[in-house]
């Protein structure tokens, strides 16, 4: 059933759309090519329900912006055309320019949930870009490589530079990609469990309530609608293949269901654990494997 586009409130700011492009069209000539001179959104609360970009008559009741973040190369644009489009980016690697986005519609528990996920350049050089995009950024999706050694020991700058300019309670999940690269693989999946839990957990405070989502926070900081206490779960984390597809439409599912709970939760309402929905599904995606 169509939903009828709310009202914008009398005096309420409108949502700022001018710094997207007009539709969620092709990608331009090359996989990522950036809009170096685009103005990074702005956040603020969920955007209310209307049409998606371009026009195509599908509705959304809520919409948030997921960043995709780590190394060139770890296979960040290939995730987002795996999921968006079902397909593998195969051939000749090019790298991101900077920034581009996609967007995409789940039916999550019966609502509409857009995710507007940004793909980065992992650069050196673009990162002034990509900075003005974390502040904005609602989820982080942080990958490194299985088949990168080096991919994975950058995981730590990395989750440094966002604790220094994402918000505070920003969702995150950790992911190890291209587990189909067997005979490549340098990276266990015991290690990517072991820095999820210990990268993310360290320095957050003692008295950090359930719920607490971010580094180095102080209570005030924690968010109520978290997973659980990082300090003792630490990151949700999966290994992903974009090639086969393997946990793809999970990562960015259980991204949708934590945002959307935190977004719509009543106050009697439980918690979606993210963490345990995480564990959870995994494993039930190993026994059908094995």
Request: net charge positive.
């Amino acid at each position: 059933m169509s939903r009828k586009k709310n009202p914008k409130s009398k005096g309420a700011p409108a949502p700022a759309t001018s710094a997207l492009p007009a539709s969620n069209g092709p990608r331009p000539a090359h996989p990522g090519t950036a809009f170096p001179g685009l103005q990074a959104p702005h956040n603020g609360p969920p955007q209310p329900s209307r049409t998606l970009l371009g026009g195509g008559g599908d509705f959304y009741d809520v919409a948030f912006k997921v960043m995709l973040v780590g190394d060139s190369g770890v296979g960040k644009t290939c995730l987002l055309v795996r999921f968006k489009d079902g397909a593998f980016l195969a051939g000749t690697f090019i790298s991101t320019v900077g920034i581009d986005f996609r967007n995409k519609v789940l039916d999550v528990d019966g609502m509409k949930v857009k995710l507007q996920i940004w793909d980065t350049a992992g650069q050196e050089r673009f990162r002034s870009v990509t900075h003005a995009y974390y502040r904005d950024a609602h989820a982080l999706l942080l990958l490194y490589d299985v088949t990168n050694k080096a991919s994975f020991d950058n995981i730590q700058a990395w989750l440094t530079e966002i604790q220094e300019y994402a918000q505070h309670n920003v969702v995150l999940m950790l992911l190890g990609n291209k587990v189909d690269s067997t005979q490549e693989r340098v990276v266990k999946r015991e290690d990517g469990e072991k820095l999820a839990k210990v990268s993310w957990g360290e320095g957050l405070s003692q008295g950090c309530p359930p719920g607490a989502v971010g580094p180095g926070l102080s209570p005030p900081g924690c968010h109520p609608a978290g997973s659980s206490c990082l300090q003792e779960y630490g990151l949700p984390f999966m290994e992903t293949s974009a090639k086969t597809g393997l946990n793809v439409d999970l990562a960015f599912t259980a991204i949708a269901k934590e945002l959307k709970q935190r977004s719509m939760k009543a106050p009697s309402e439980p918690r979606f654990q993210l963490h345990d929905y995480v564990k959870r599904e995994v494993r039930g995606a190993s026994c059908c494997r094995s």
